[in-house]
């Protein structure tokens, strides 16, 4: 007979993914009323804040979608690796870009070097998919696999991350900053980011 414990604990451990959807509070799909408002001030502060953008295009579970036609943001330069797109966003990614800025560029760096912006994917965990929306599908998450500085070096964070500590210092901005979840970084999670850092924003309702 398999002990009540064990039964439950496995009962329960079977059940964590579906309780846990990671999403953030007030968050819906379609948008509610709140999430459109929430929307519109922050397109208020994008505008406040002298930021070039573009409204939509529409995008599936992207609240406020909006592009940078030049991929610049408070002086901040996004470099896409993958090659020219749209890489749509949603409106409080931009605007918290938009307000770390300056301190990046006090640390010399002139672009972030990304990967995948939004992408309707599944969060994954040691290598392995789970039931977890990930915030690139909302549009709220960047992968960043390196920096530009402003003296014209290119860093790698698979190669540079222990060797060149401007890397933990910009993923430290990240992590001061109330606009942005904490990053994930080589440090705090070698098994999944030890080639990028993924950068979030917090969807302000
Ligand atoms: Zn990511």
Known sequence: MIPTATLLWAL???STPAKRPN???GWTWPPSAAMREAGSACLERLDGLEVTYRRGPATN???TPVVLPEFIVGGLVLTPLKGKGAYPMDCQLAAGFAEVAPALAELGVKALRF???HEHRFVRKRGRPTKILSRHALGLAIDVFGVELTDGRILEV???WAAEPVLAAAAAVFAASPRFRGPLTPANDPSDHDDHVHLEAHLRI
């Open 61 to 63: 579970k992207i609240a």
């Open 158 to 160: 698979e190669r540079d």
């Open 115 to 117: 990967r995948t912006l």
């Open 23 to 25: 999403m953030p509070v």
């Open 12 to 14: 329960l451990a079977a």
